[in-house]
């Protein structure tokens, strides 16, 4: 079964940074395409970072240069590191994996079929 523990979100001052952790059971996370998306109140799913099975990584044009994504796979864990954040970053920050196994990533939230419960983040002065 499935399941994912969020971490890392929390309040932040712009140009700071957070990291957040997506710690996976029930699946592995090397042999499919895991990525972050991110909601603010009023708008749509917004596809962050993703990485894909060979390692192949894409972002956002809005975070590309300030966030990077990881993976450990000894720990089964996804990361995002999230350096001179401003406050339009502010969101709920999810983690999802597409249940296929050996694919490319993508950053539409279609392709993706699990999801983590989402944690927040909030940048502000």
């Known amino acids: 079964q499935l399941q994912f523990v969020e971490s890392g979100g929390g309040l932040v001052q712009p140009g700071g940074s957070l990291r957040l952790s997506c710690a996976a059971s029930?699946?592995?996370?090397?042999?499919?395409?895991i990525g972050w998306f991110r909601q603010a109140p009023g708008k749509e799913r917004e596809g962050v970072s993703c990485?894909?099975?060979?390692?192949?990584?894409r972002y956002a044009d809005s975070v590309k240069g300030r966030f990077t994504i990881s993976r450990d796979n000894a720990k089964n864990t996804l990361y995002l590191q999230m350096n001179s954040l401003k406050p339009e970053d502010t969101a709920v920050y999810y983690c999802?994996?597409?249940?296929?196994?050996?694919?490319?990533?993508?950053?539409?939230?279609?392709?993706?079929?699990?999801w983590g419960p989402g944690t927040q983040v909030t940048v502000s002065s």
């Open positions: 029930g699946f592995t996370m090397e042999y499919r395409a």
């Open positions: 990485i894909s099975s060979d390692a192949i990584t």
């Open positions: 999802a994996v597409d249940k296929a196994l050996f694919k490319s990533c993508a950053l539409t939230s279609r392709t993706y079929d699990y």
